[in-house]
């Protein structure tokens, strides 16, 4: 594994397969979903390699159509509807809460970078009482709608923790986390234990595989 070979001053986190273990509520809302459509079911390692791909993903693996079929906006928003009854029981995963405490420790300034949507994203920040440790949750609204791999949200995030892209590092398990870091400038760590494939992301600004989060501390030291 790779040390770090300079200061890195703030980390940001995707949310959904880095922080947040969000594969079994989304397999359950999606599961409700086909079965109201009489559709055939898809299983559960399915869904969870396309859960950080974003509710659109889910759609077109169940329903076989793309987001310019006549039904697709439709379908996104019954199954974003759905996963709302059930997004507040995702689980940390293990050995996040000990990671965000070390951060403090070292007064290493953190927050969240997702393609989540905000009303969603806020709750969760609320419910594990986030908002006490950091200010810095950016969804696309916050962005004018740009989402990952666009690098718009993780320089809003960079520039509201007060430095720049090069003292910062991105910690996703996606090849849009990748690329966003990537065309932010910005140093990135894969999270292999999520949902995403390593041999999908960029290598050009990768500093390592972690696979799981307290490694994250073996390159802030």
Not at 112 to 141: D, G, M, R, S
Not at 202 to 215: H, M, Y
Request: glycine letters at 6%.
């Amino acid at each position: 594994m790779q040390r770090k070979n300079k200061e890195i001053k703030q980390i940001f986190f995707d949310l959904d397969g880095t922080l947040l273990d969000t594969a079994p509520q989304f397999y359950l809302a999606l599961s409700n979903v086909i079965e109201r459509k009489l559709q055939e079911q898809v299983s559960f390692d399915e869904v969870r390699d396309l859960v950080s791909d974003g509710v659109g993903a889910l759609v077109n693996l169940a329903f076989k159509i793309s987001e310019s079929h006549e039904n697709f906006e439709s379908l996104r928003t019954e199954l974003l509807k759905e996963y709302s009854r059930y997004y507040l029981d995702s689980s940390l995963f293990d050995g996040v809460n000990e990671l965000l405490v070390d951060l403090r420790r070292k007064k290493i300034l953190w927050g969240v970078v997702t393609n989540k949507p905000k009303y969603l994203a806020k709750e969760i920040f609320k419910i594990l009482q986030w908002p006490e440790y950091t200010k810095i949750l950016i969804c696309p609204e916050d962005v004018s709608g740009n989402r990952k791999p666009d690098p718009s949200s993780l320089l809003k995030a960079a520039a509201i923790g007060g430095f720049s892209p090069e003292e910062s590092i991105y910690v996703g398990d996606n090849w849009r986390d990748s690329e966003a870091a990537n065309n932010a400038k910005m140093d990135f760590l894969f999270a292999n234990y999520g949902y995403g494939k390593e041999s999908s992301i960029k290598k050009e600004n990768l500093k390592g595989v972690i696979q799981k989060p307290l490694e994250i501390l073996e390159f802030l030291s």
